[in-house]
């Protein structure tokens, strides 16, 4: 019953800013809402299940956009005419230098110079990938780069970029865990932060590819546009027979498309998600997080294990990204920021319950929807507490224009609060003792 409770309770504060805000701001905080609870599903999946510390979930998010825009965007052949060669020709040299030196590094076991031929087969290799690399990347750049100057994408339906994602993130992940999972829990939190922001930082510098910070705008819909809405016959009669303005209903019925199909991932994930963690590899999860030590004297893999749900909950967390990027329109680099995808995440999957799926589920609604309202709301107290001052008071001024800030005390009031009172969040996780 507390479940319900709870998301009762998150329903009537969204049917609250509907009816005394607008329901078009209701609905934008609900999809945003069900975006932040499939990456918090995400994060619960590595923490929650195996207690990895990941802090690069921002890097992953960003993965999952760059999927979006190479899936969806119409190929530039002026730009791959100009340069699609060179960049293929240098990725393929890339490829061949990495597996080279590893080849050589374990062909050569025992031998005292190992280091020193892997070292120049490096060296040489990334000559070799720079040569071709940097004239193609340069022309490309050149192509019309007021509103093109990249190579664009494949052209296809967007919706198929949210799997895209998953599977681009969790390769990542892949490459990531193989490199930092041995590593104990502080130095895998630095090292995964670390990744993330290069990974970002190559968004924004890497402008064949997405425009770097000049942004990819106008990514298509997977719902239909609102003029094509308001100049359709069935649609006018339909908002006719609600008794509603066309134009504002248009807004709200896209709005509602996309909530549909937010929705529908967010269960799916949620479905397999508790299914996994009612099995017994998420039993055995649980153990290996509970004591690794005693699972590994049980013949459990943890290394492994660790990739393998690192793997998972990155690629949860890429769909989540590409879901975000398809309902923005656009790939902004610069939006991807630590305070919006990887703290209050974090934020997220504390309050709701790390280690209960419904709790991060929940986590993600509270902390975005307080994260959207704490300013409106803010404005609101600051004029009550200054109702008495005369309008052109300092003070009144002041504390008005800085009740933007209410935000990060908001969200600092509600972490303190629940550790306090509730200290294994909202929705606690089940365990044989409750």
């Known amino acids: 019953m507390r479940n319900v409770i709870y998301f009762l309770i998150m329903a009537g504060l969204l049917v609250?800013?509907?009816?005394?805000?607008?329901?078009?701001?209701?609905?934008?905080?609900?999809?945003?809402?069900?975006?932040?609870?499939?990456?918090?599903?995400?994060?619960?999946?590595?923490?929650?299940?195996?207690?990895?510390?990941?802090?690069?979930?921002?890097?992953?998010?960003?993965?999952?956009?760059?999927?979006?825009?190479?899936?969806?965007?119409?190929?530039?052949?002026?730009?791959?005419?100009?340069?699609?060669?060179?960049?293929?020709?240098g990725t393929l040299a890339l490829i061949l230098t990495v597996l080279a030196a590893v080849f050589s590094y374990r062909r050569m076991q025992g031998r005292s110079f190992r280091m020193l031929v892997v070292v120049l087969i490096s060296i040489s290799g990334y000559a070799i990938m720079r040569s071709l690399f940097d004239p193609a990347a340069d022309a490309i750049e050149k192509v019309n780069p007021s509103s093109t100057g990249f190579l664009g994408g494949l052209g296809l339906p967007i919706l198929i970029a949210w799997p895209v994602g998953g599977v681009l993130a969790g390769a990542a992940a892949w490459v990531v865990g193989k490199i930092t999972l041995g590593l104990r829990a502080d130095y895998l939190a630095i090292a995964t932060l670390g990744i993330s922001e290069i990974i970002v930082a190559m968004l924004k510098n890497e402008d064949w590819m997405t425009r770097g910070v000049r942004n990819v705008v106008g990514l298509p819909r997977p719902v239909p546009y609102e003029i094509d809405l308001q100049q359709s016959d069935w649609f006018i009669q339909l908002s006719n027979r609600l008794h509603t303005d066309p134009v504002t209903f248009s807004s709200i019925f896209v709005k509602l498309c996309y909530a549909g199909l937010f929705a529908t991932v967010l269960l799916i994930?949620?479905?397999?998600?508790?299914?996994?963690?009612?099995?017994?590899?998420?039993?055995?999860?649980?153990?290996?997080?509970?004591?690794?030590?005693?699972?590994?004297?049980?013949?459990?893999?943890?290394?492994?294990?660790?990739?393998?749900?690192?793997?998972?909950?990155?690629?949860?967390?890429?769909?989540?990204?590409?879901?975000?990027?398809?309902?923005?329109?656009?790939?902004?680099?610069?939006?991807?920021?630590?305070?919006?995808?990887?703290?209050?995440?974090?934020?997220?999957?504390?309050?709701?319950?790390?280690?209960?799926?419904?709790?991060?589920?929940?986590?993600?609604?509270?902390?975005?929807?307080f994260w959207i309202q704490s300013e409106p709301m803010g404005i609101w107290l600051m004029d009550v507490a200054t109702s008495h001052m005369g309008s052109d008071n300092a003070l009144r001024e002041h504390l008005v224009d800085s009740a933007q800030h209410m935000r990060l005390m908001t969200m600092g009031v509600i972490l303190l609060l629940t550790l306090?009172?509730?200290?294994?969040?909202?929705?606690?996780?089940?365990?044989?003792?409750?």
């Not at 492994?304 to 680099?333: E, K």
């Not at 306090?420 to 409750?434: A, H, M, Q, V, Y």
């Open 16 to 89: 609250l800013v509907g009816e005394f805000q607008s329901w078009n701001l209701s609905l934008s905080i609900l999809n945003l809402c069900l975006i932040s609870a499939v990456m918090a599903l995400g994060v619960n999946i590595q923490w929650g299940y195996a207690g990895l510390f990941n802090v690069g979930i921002m890097g992953f998010a960003a993965l999952g956009g760059l999927a979006a825009t190479l899936v969806s965007v119409p190929p530039v052949y002026e730009a791959w005419s100009a340069g699609g060669t060179g960049v293929l020709l």
């Open 269 to 369: 994930v949620l479905y397999l998600s508790e299914k996994a963690l009612r099995s017994p590899w998420g039993r055995m999860m649980r153990a290996i997080r509970d004591n690794e030590v005693s699972a590994n004297a049980m013949g459990k893999h943890v290394t492994a294990r660790h990739l393998q749900v690192f793997v998972l909950g990155s690629a949860v967390v890429g769909i989540a990204g590409a879901m975000l990027t398809t309902l923005d329109g656009q790939l902004t680099p610069s939006s991807y920021q630590p305070l919006r995808f990887t703290f209050l995440i974090w934020v997220m999957v504390i309050v709701g319950g790390s280690g209960n799926n419904w709790g991060a589920v929940l986590g993600g609604f509270v902390i975005w929807f």
């Open 420 to 434: 306090r009172f509730s200290p294994r969040g909202l929705l606690p996780e089940k365990t044989g003792r409750n």
